[in-house]
Nanobody, 123 residues
Framework: QVQLVESGGGSVQAGGSLRLSCAAS????????MGWFRQAPGKEREGVAG????????YYDDSVKGRFTISRDNARNTLYLQMSSLKPEDTAMYYC????????????????WGQGTQVTVSS
């Protein structure tokens, strides 16, 4: 069983930065992907950034490219999302996930999810 715990959310003004963390515990050996997703009120959950556990390449939704950076610390089993130049439209609940996916931004391919951390960006 895999457990994921996110932290680092909060309220910031537009243009500000936040760093989200996701601590993973349990056996993720057979999982291939780690990713960040978000869901705004009244909207569907969407992929934000992802990385293959065995690789180094990172992938981003077009809406966050150049502003967000996903990274991981394998020794600590922790996934990060550095968010800069935040915009009000980035306001959402952010979730990390782990799964045996083929495409890191496909949320339907993820099995394990954290409880989410709220990010609110004011104008």
């Amino acid at each position: 069983q895999v457990q994921l715990v996110e932290s680092g959310g909060g309220s910031v003004q537009a243009g500000g930065s936040l760093r989200l963390s996701c601590a993973a515990s349990g056996n993720i050996y057979n999982q291939y992907c780690m990713g960040w997703f978000r869901q705004a009120p009244g909207k569907e959950r969407e992929g934000v950034a992802g990385i293959y556990i065995g690789g180094v390449n990172t992938y981003y939704d077009d809406s966050v490219k150049g502003r967000f950076t996903i990274s991981r610390d394998n020794a600590r089993n922790t996934l990060y999302l550095q968010m800069s130049s935040l915009k009000p439209e980035d306001t959402a609940m952010y979730y990390c996930a782990v799964g045996a996916c083929t495409w890191v931004l496909n949320l339907h391919q993820y099995k394990y999810w954290g409880q989410g951390t709220q990010v609110t960006v004011s104008s």
